[in-house]
């Protein structure tokens, strides 16, 4: 079945550290691939999304590349801030039966020190 | 503004009690969702709806029932039949049910059982 797997956590990096956080996928057809964010105590809002391969998504200095031939979407960021620790999901959705489903990933969590 | 709200934020329960979480959006989206969150897991669809009056299961929904009497009502009755029911519950939106859509998230119950 569809699967999606993100290196684990916690990543502890210094402000203006670059970062990248590795999500590879499994799936049947052609997903589209989501990054979801989490702050302490709240719930998730989306970060970027890509819907077809080589798109790249990019939002708040975040970037991602859907790659097709290495079932991969990794994030990254050039420099981070002490804001940017959270909890950070990679998702896939794919069409099934009339609506679709989403897979997440179980998370990594960024802690970013001043 | 526009967005998803979840209330209680905390809800502690006895065993063998049934408890509602409510989940009311004005974003005007036709589908709605309950996802629950365990530490260092993602996010498991417990049932989701597509239109009004109607709703179908997801990966986890044994013990669980929803209503969709209205378009920004989606309800989740937690019952005595779940076994684990300690853990955050995050309601979502989309404007739609297709795969490129966008996930709205609301802040999260977190239910306790004692």
């Known amino acids: 079945g569809d699967s999606v797997t993100q290196m684990e956590g916690p990543v502890t990096l210094s402000e203006e550290a670059f970062l990248t956080i590795n999500c590879t996928y499994t799936a049947t057809g052609y997903p589209s691939l989501f990054w979801y964010v989490q702050y302490p105590g709240e719930g998730l809002q989306l970060l970027l999304k890509a819907t077809k391969a080589d798109d790249k998504g990019s939002n708040k200095g975040f970037e991602a590349t859907y790659r097709k031939e290495t079932t991969s979407f990794h994030l990254e960021k050039g420099s981070v801030q002490v804001s940017d620790s959270a909890v950070y999901f990679c998702a896939l959705s794919e069409s099934r039966g009339g609506g679709f489903k989403t897979i997440f990933g179980a998370g990594t969590r960024l802690f970013v020190k001043a | ?114």
């Not at chain 2, 709703?55 to 039949?81: C, M, N």
């Open chain 2, 1 to 114: 503004d526009g967005g998803i709200t979840q209330s209680p934020k905390y809800l502690f329960r006895k065993e063998g009690q049934n408890v509602t979480l409510s989940c009311e959006q004005n974003l005007n989206h036709d589908a709605m969702y309950w996802y629950r969150q365990d530490p260092g897991q993602g996010l498991r669809l417990i049932y989701y709806s597509q239109i009004v009056n109607d709703f179908q299961k997801g990966d986890i929904a044994e013990g669980y029932s929803v209503s969709r009497e209205k378009k920004e009502s989606f309800p989740l009755t937690v019952t005595s039949a779940q076994k684990n029911p300690t853990a955050f519950y995050l309601c979502a939106s989309s404007i739609g049910a297709i795969s490129t859509d966008t996930q709205y998230f609301g802040p999260g119950t977190r239910l306790t059982v004692l």
